[in-house]
Nanobody, 124 residues
Framework: QLHLVESGGGLVQPGGSLRLSCAGS????????IGWFRQAPGKEREGVSC????????NYADSVKGRFTISRDNAKNMVYLQMNSLKPEDTAVYYC?????????????????WGQGTQVTVSS
């Protein structure tokens, strides 16, 4: 069974950058599409970005396009989310999630495996 663990969150000033990591274990990530989601206090969990199992296809929420970049290294069983030009509204708990298959999109229901999340706080 796929097990996912996020890391890399923290406190950053507006305009700053963070790189989140998602480590897979238990099985190879080679056959899983991976998504990044976030949930701010009092809000629904929303899709931020996703990447196909091969890394050949990516997708982003409009709110993060041009600022966030998703990537993966299947040899290391890792997926990353590079976040630049961070804004206070990016503050949330960020989760990575896995879905068996090539692509999965930004809908929560498409993902079966979830990490515990990592807190990102953007504040001066």
């Amino acid at each position: 069974q796929l097990h996912l663990v996020e890391s890399g969150g923290g406190l950053v000033q507006p305009g700053g950058s963070l790189r989140l990591s998602c480590a897979g274990s238990g099985v190879s990530l080679d056959y899983y599409a991976i998504g990044w989601f976030r949930q701010a206090p009092g809000k629904e969990r929303e899709g931020v970005s996703c990447i196909s199992s091969t890394g050949g296809s990516t997708n982003y929420a409009d709110s993060v396009k041009g600022r966030f970049t998703i990537s993966r290294d299947n040899a290391k069983n890792m997926v990353y989310l590079q976040m630049n030009s961070l804004k206070p509204e990016d503050t949330a708990v960020y989760y990575c999630a896995g879905s068996w298959g090539v692509v999965a999109g930004l809908e929560r229901a498409a993902y079966d495996y979830w990490g515990q999340g990592t807190q990102v706080t953007v504040s001066s």
